[in-house]
């Protein structure tokens, strides 16, 4: 049986205090006791077994009883999405998590019908870091804060990164042998909002230099189309023999 995993700010020092949060969920959920074993994570590609020392109350301590080990990321990918409304943006938020993306972006778009707040994000930050526990990954999805599209065009190019962006169009790559037959290790795809790119937004994305993949032959819905092209990629990074976590 899986061992639960608990997340950690840090993996060092060896012995330590579970936070509020992670000391509620393994003493009252879990009810775990000392001598119990776990996986400690820090969300940063580092993991390592270790056990309970003690709980007090919903205060629980536990020491680490192997070296921490970081696992591999050959290639990533990041989405910057016109988020959807409600429960949609949240659904995003966790199945992207689960699939390996490594950041997710609010883009602020002509279009954009939903407003990244503060206490949203701060919603999705809980929803990445629960996911991440679920799935078993080793790296936590960063949720970053919202952005314009010009400003996130123009960090992908500058530090070089692939940027991908989702289009029915005629000429669009399909998906698939796109990223089979691609060896970019930073992968950038921005996702639009439902009511589509504006004209100066796709001259902006075409200036950018941005490749444009067809992900179905139907119309998408936002949350959709951000978790298909993340679908797409874990099962190619998979195919390659790749750990996207």
Same mark, same amino acid.
């Given at each position: ?33 000392? @001598?119990?074993? &776990? *996986? ?5 590609? @580092?993991? =390592?077994?270790?056990?309970?020392v003690s709980v007090r109350g919903a205060a629980v301590e536990i020491e680490l009883i ?15 999405? %016109?988020?959807?409304?409600? %429960? ?14 490594? =950041? ?8 954009? !019908? ?7 994000v701060r919603r999705w930050r809980r929803i990445s870091a629960a996911a991440a526990k679920?799935?078993?990954? %080793? ?20 530090? @070089?990164?692939? &940027? ?5 169009? =005629?000429?669009?790559?399909? *998906? ?13 795809? !921005? ?13 902006? &994305? ?11 032959a139907t119309v998408l819905r936002v949350e959709t189309a951000a978790v298909a092209l ?7 990074? !998979? ?7």
């Amino acid at each position: 049986m899986a061992l639960p995993r608990f997340k950690v700010e840090s993996l060092d020092p060896a012995r330590q205090r579970l936070s509020a949060g992670e000391s509620r969920h393994a003493a009252a959920a879990r009810r775990m006791r000392p @001598g119990d074993e &776990l *996986i400690a994570f820090d969300g940063r590609g @580092g993991e =390592a077994r270790g056990r309970v020392v003690s709980v007090r109350g919903a205060a629980v301590e536990i020491e680490l009883i192997e070296r921490p080990r970081t696992a591999a990321r050959a290639r990533t990918l990041s989405l910057a999405v %016109a988020m959807p409304k409600g %429960a949609r943006a949240d659904w995003l938020v966790e199945k992207a998590a689960e699939l390996g993306v490594a =950041a997710l972006t609010p883009l602020r778009t002509a279009r954009t !019908v939903a407003a990244a707040t503060e206490e949203k994000v701060r919603r999705w930050r809980r929803i990445s870091a629960a996911a991440a526990k679920q799935s078993r990954g %080793a790296y936590e999805m960063r949720l970053e804060g919202p952005c314009e599209l010009s400003e996130y065009a123009g960090r992908a190019a500058a530090e @070089g990164a692939l &940027l991908l962006t989702a289009d029915l169009g =005629a000429g669009a790559d399909p *998906i698939v042998p796109f990223l089979l037959g691609t060896d970019e290790t930073d992968l950038r795809a !921005v996702v639009g909002p439902e009511g589509g790119w504006t004209d100066a937004e796709l001259s902006l &994305l075409r200036g950018a230099g941005a490749r444009r993949v067809r992900l179905a032959a139907t119309v998408l819905r936002v949350e959709t189309a951000a978790v298909a092209l993340a679908a797409v990629w874990s099962a190619q990074s !998979v195919r390659r023999g790749e750990r996207s976590e």
